[in-house]
């Protein structure tokens, strides 16, 4: 089969895309037919050497796909043959990846694409949109009638944040870089998106929200807690998933005195039965039509190495060339 992969860590040059042995679906697996795939930050991190787990070799790279069921493994009882499926949490925790024409997955990380709904669709929102109800639901468990200010609604994280948050009766404050990307949080459903560039964000913030905002979702990896605790309301709870290095300084008394409260997360780290349930509420959202992927851009797997160029350009160095996901299909 044809996929993309690394025989060592280092820039996106290293990523191979040829033929490699279709795997065999062991005990609770089944082969997936990959029709989409999508690329998200934490793929470059680990192309790039970041030492969370050893890697299998070859590794294919990559977390999310979405495709079509080909063979069921030994004592794999959920799905059969043809059935559409989508999932994320592969490429982690020594997993291989997904960016290849089939991939073996343990059943219990796939979930039923509904009928209304595209490959690229499904792929584009899998780690992003698991993440963005893990922190809203799980952690911060938000309310309806609550207010949630998140940075970035146009990317990744951020456009699932804004999504979810209106379909569990938020009011939602987000970012954006430009105005181009301003008009899409506001067609994502946010109620109001201030541009980081050109406004003043406290004082959006302060007419959004005057006794601050009960939720701040950080997509950031540097934030100011200073800036953050300043926008929180009394009891206000702040999402923390991004930065492995940041070391900001923190205000604890400001803190405290409201308090606040810190939820940090990391989505590879939930259980089967957890990303279950996010992805029930997102299939659900998705056929509603309630939950839309913020697609950036759609290329060949075959141009794998110039996705992560892409998405490092953008998450690391903050060159504003892309609004959400990359997808890339087969
Ligand atoms: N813990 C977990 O489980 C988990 C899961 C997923 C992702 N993550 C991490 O979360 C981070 C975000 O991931 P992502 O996929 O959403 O990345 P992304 O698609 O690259 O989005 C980053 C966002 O940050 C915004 N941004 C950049 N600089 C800004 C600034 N100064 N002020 C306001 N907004 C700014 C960008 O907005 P503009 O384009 O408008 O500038 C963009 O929307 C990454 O570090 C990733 O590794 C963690």
Known sequence: MKAAYIEQAGPPENIQFGELPTPEPQAGQVLVRVNAVSVNPVDTYIRGGANYWPLPSPFIIGCDLAGVVEKAGPGATRFKPGDRVWGTNQGLMGRQGTFAEFCAVDEHWLYATPDNVDDQTAAACAL????????????????????????????????????????????????????????????????????????????????????????????????????????????GRIVLMAGRDARPPFPVGPFYVKECSLHGLVMFKASPDELRACADDMNRWVSEGKLKSQIGQVLPLSEAAEAHRLQEANTLHKAGTLAGKIVLTN
């Open 128 to 235: 992003v949109g698991v993440t963005a109800h893990l922190g809203l639901v799980r952690e911060a468990r938000l309310q309806a009638g609550e207010s949630i200010f998140v940075h970035g609604g146009t990317g990744g994280v951020g456009s699932m944040v804004v999504q979810m948050a209106k379909a569990l009766g938020a009011r939602v404050l987000t970012t954006a870089g430009s105005d181009k990307k301003a008009a899409i949080a506001k067609e994502l459903g946010a109620d109001q998106v201030v541009n980081y560039k050109t406004q003043d964000v406290e004082a959006a913030v302060k007419s959004f929200a005057p006794d601050g905002v009960n939720v701040f979702w950080e997509t950031l990896r540097e934030p100011n807690f200073d800036q953050i605790v300043g926008y929180l309301a009394e009891r």
